[in-house]
């Protein structure tokens, strides 16, 4: 079995993913950030990686409880204040051809916007959060995207769902992750 992990992950080269691939992926991804602004988490949920969405849905009760759960997130941000006013996919850099599922995997960077109320002040505080969505796709004509959010996503529970990843993946295709106050 050892053996057979050695030879899948040296068979995942580090090739160009095209780029009709990849734009793909970042206008999907872009969709999926719609849905979070226009509040429609069934919506997100359904379009969560299969293998991660029956994962985490066995742990909370169904789809509809982690649509709920996703909500209520958003809901107790805003009553803190905190409110993401705007999303946006970056064009995607790197990507994988993960051949044991037949699959694309593409790393897309995000950035979202977000504005905070201080509920005693008043005073505003505009944030800009750098982040990334895992965008994966059958390679077969007519897939569709799913994702996995990068912003609450570890490694562990990547290689856990595609364990045969390069090792060094986290040096060479992770978008960077950050938060910095803009004006």
């Known amino acids: 079995m050892v053996e057979d992990a050695e030879v899948l992950e040296r068979a995942i080269v580090r090739q160009a993913v095209p780029a009709d691939v990849l734009a793909d ?10 849905l979070t602004l226009k509040g429609d988490f069934m919506g997100v949920v359904d379009k ?4 991660y969405r029956h994962r985490a849905a066995k742990k909370l009760g169904g789809n509809e409880e ?10 107790d941000l805003a009553a803190s204040g ?7 996919a970056e064009p995607a850099l ?32 505009r944030m ?11 390679k077969t004509e007519g897939s569709s995207w799913s994702f996995l959010n990068g912003s ?11 364990p045969t990843l390069p090792a060094d993946i ?6 960077e992750k950050g938060a910095r106050r803009v004006k």
């Open 48 to 51: 969560l990686y299969p293998r």
């Open 152 to 162: 609450t996503l570890n490694m562990q529970e990547l290689r856990a769902l595609f």
């Open 66 to 75: 982690m649509a709920a759960t996703m909500k209520k997130m958003v809901d």
């Open 94 to 125: 790197h990507g994988f051809d993960i051949p044991e599922f037949r699959e694309w995997l593409v790393f897309v960077p995000t950035t979202r916007l977000v504005r905070r109320i201080d509920p005693a002040t008043g005073l505003v505080e």
């Open 82 to 88: 905190i409110t993401i006013t705007k999303f946006v």
């Open 25 to 34: 992926a970042v206008k999907e991804v872009q969709q999926v950030g719609d």
């Open 170 to 175: 986290e040096e060479f295709a992770v978008p």
């Open 128 to 138: 800009e959060i750098n982040d990334y969505q895992v965008a994966i796709r059958k």
